[in-house]
Nanobody, 128 residues
């Protein structure tokens, strides 16, 4: 079974930057497309970003486009999300998710149900 572990969350001020990472267990991490979701208590889980197994295709939610950048280092079995110009509304628990997918392109990337593997989440809090 694939296991995901997030790290890097914390408390920052509005306008600051923060990076979170997700380490994937096992081998062949390049066969898994990855995504970041975030969730606030009482709210629906929200899609944030997607990155293909190769790293060649990235997709972002409109709410974070231009501020967040996803990347991956398959040699380290790690996916990253660099978050810049953070806003209070970015406050949430951030989860990484994985699905086995070999193609660089997919249309159902924002659907949480499509991801078979999930991390425990890391808290990101942005103060005003």
């Amino acid at each position: 079974q694939v296991q995901l572990v997030e790290s890097g969350g914390g408390l920052v001020q509005a306008g600051d930057s923060l990076s979170v990472s997700c380490t994937v267990s096992g081998r062949s991490s390049s066969t898994y497309a990855m995504a970041w979701f975030r969730q606030v208590p009482g709210k629906e889980r929200e899609f944030v970003s997607y990155i293909s197994g190769s790293g060649r295709n990235t997709i972002y939610a409109d709410s974070v486009k231009g501020r967040f950048t996803g990347s991956r280092d398959n040699a380290k079995n790690t996916v990253y999300l660099q978050m810049n110009s953070l806003k209070p509304e970015d406050t949430a628990v951030y989860y990484c998710a994985a699905r086995r997918l070999l193609t660089d392109y997919v249309s159902d990337y924002p659907q949480a149900i499509k991801y078979a593997y999930w991390g425990q989440g890391t808290q990101v809090t942005v103060s005003s």
